[in-house]
């Protein structure tokens, strides 16, 4: 696929999966913009969901990348940003289908909850994903309309 621009992010209970997650992005020879954090001391999840959710919404970066814990933290944090569609991904069929129905541009993935091999094979058929549109539009439209 093309080479597309992504920032990713992570608090310390996502930081070694981050890390495994970068070096697959730029394997598959994306542009990967790191936000942190870089070590184990802990830090707070919405300290980086919303520099990622910038660069969405900016048009710096086509899709962002959030790892924590468990990634919803990350989820909730970053949906709190008119236009962004964040989804906490457990496997390639979540990653398939929040692309597909919901245009999603922020996958969000646990460092406690989701081995490295599933969360690369979730990334990147995320980021592969082409949104559906039609009948979709409808419901992402009520979903922009509501948020304050
Ligand atoms: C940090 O301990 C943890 O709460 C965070 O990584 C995340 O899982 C929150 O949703």
Do not use: W
Request: contains cysteine; hydrophobic residues 40%; proline residues 5%.
């Amino acid at each position: 696929m093309q080479p597309l621009p992504i920032a990713i992010g992570a608090d310390h209970g996502g930081v070694d999966l981050k890390r495994q997650l970068v070096a697959a992005l730029q394997a598959a020879g994306h542009q990967v913009s790191d936000v942190g954090t870089d070590g184990t001391e802990s830090v707070d999840y919405p300290d980086f969901a919303r520099p990622v959710a910038d660069a969405v919404i900016s048009g710096a970066a086509r899709f962002g990348v959030l790892v924590c814990g468990s990634g919803i933290g990350m989820a909730i944090a970053a949906n709190r940003n008119p236009g962004i569609r964040a989804a906490v991904l457990h496997n390639a069929t979540e990653a398939r289908l929040t692309r597909a129905h919901n245009d999603a541009n922020i996958a969000c993935l646990g460092g406690r909850t989701t081995g490295v091999e599933v969360a690369i094979d979730s990334l990147l058929t995320f980021l592969s994903t082409p949104y559906e549109g039609g009948r979709h539009d409808r419901r992402i439209a009520k979903i922009e309309k509501a948020t304050p």
